[in-house]
Structures are given as structure tokens and as C-alpha cells.
């Protein structure tokens, strides 16, 4: 017998701060099937359906609120992700200079764009030859409601509020999973 999923517990806890026990109840259904060691498929079928419950139980901007919190969350268990970028922009002078250098060298999967305050950063997945980075959905074929998308804007905004040193808006605007060719973020620097 396996361990439940972290980021279940996480989600169970979020929703319910958000939206009330009995919303949790209903969101969470079949969870105690999908442990740590759960293949990988059937945890993405999972996260498809409880996507869904959240959409019909939750107005637009709780469940929002709650996947951007789940993201939180994500980035603190990722924290290794953002010192490195951390360390990565303290390289440089500037914000500036490490935006320019990142938007001419980007690392492999992502690129970067600027117009004027706005950064627009893009994920693609496909180039790992997966339809999303996060291994709770990866490996569905099916989409995914962008709402569960909206945990990644979470992790964004805490990544460039910690390369950047204050804090950001980030705005999703398109995602893989939810049926586009890669993810995009606008980050209101």
C-alpha cells in the first residue's frame, strides 16, 4: 500500500479553505485510489475529473484562486527550480540584462518574449514529448479545463517575484494541456 499523492493532500486542503468541506468532499471523489506510486495515466484521469467537479461546483474566481494557491504550493516543493533561476539573475546587473539573456538563450522547453512591462513566457511541453510538466496530468491525452492550469500561473508568479525581487501579476493566457500548442504567460512586471 503506497502513500496518498502530496499534491491531493494539498488540493483537499486548498479547496476546503476555499470553498467549504463539503465542495472538498465532492472535488476529492475516487482520491484514495491514486497514491504516490499510482500510474501515471490514472492519476491524469483522476485530475481530469476532479478539474471538472471543481468547475461545476466553484464560481470562476474561487477555483482559480484555489489552483493559483495549489501553484504556490507547487513552488515552495520546487523551491530548487527557483533558487536556480535566483542565482541564475544575480549573474547580472540588471533585471534588464538577465531578461535579455534569457530571451536570447532560453532553456530547453521554454522562451521568452518582452513588450514593454510584459513579459510573455512560453512553455512547450511537446519538446520533452509530454502535453504538460506537471507529472499529475503529463500523461493524458485528453484535455484538461484550464483551470487546473491556472496552479502553473501560480508557480510563475512566485518564480518572477523571486528573480525579480518584488511582486508580479501573471495572466494566463493559453495552455497545452487545455488543447493549444504550448502555454503562455503574460508576467506584468
Not at 501553484?71 to 538577465?98: H, L, P, W
Not at 534569457?102 to 513566457?121: F, H, I, M
Amino acid at each position: 500500500m503506497g502513500k496518498k499523492h502530496g499534491m491531493l493532500i494539498a488540493l483537499e486542503k486548498i479547496v476546503e479553505q476555499f470553498a467549504g468541506e463539503e465542495v472538498m468532499k465532492k472535488v476529492r471523489e475516487g482520491s484514495e485510489d491514486i497514491l504516490e506510486n499510482t500510474d501515471s495515466k490514472e492519476k491524469a484521469l483522476w485530475m481530469r475529473g476532479a478539474m471538472e467537479r471543481l468547475d461545476k461546483l466553484v464560481d470562476e474566481g474561487t477555483r482559480f484562486r484555489i489552483m493559483e494557491n495549489c501553484g504556490f504550493g507547487c513552488a515552495q516543493m520546487n523551491r530548487g527550480a527557483i533558487d536556480e533561476a535566483v542565482t541564475k539573475r544575480k549573474k547580472f546587473k540588471t533585471a534588464d540584462e538577465f531578461i535579455e539573456a534569457e530571451q536570447k538563450k532560453p532553456a530547453k522547453g521554454t522562451r521568452l518574449l518582452r513588450e514593454g512591462s510584459v513579459l510573455y513566457q512560453y512553455y512547450t511541453p511537446q519538446s520533452y514529448g509530454v502535453r504538460c510538466y506537471c507529472e499529475m496530468v503529463a500523461a493524458t491525452e485528453e484535455n484538461i479545463s484550464p483551470t487546473y492550469c491556472h496552479c502553473s500561473k501560480g508557480f510563475v508568479k512566485k518564480l518572477w517575484e523571486a528573480v525579480l525581487e518584488k511582486p508580479v501579476e501573471v495572466d494566463l493566457i493559453q495552455s497545452a494541456i487545455s488543447g493549444a500548442k504550448e502555454c503562455k504567460f503574460a508576467i506584468h512586471i
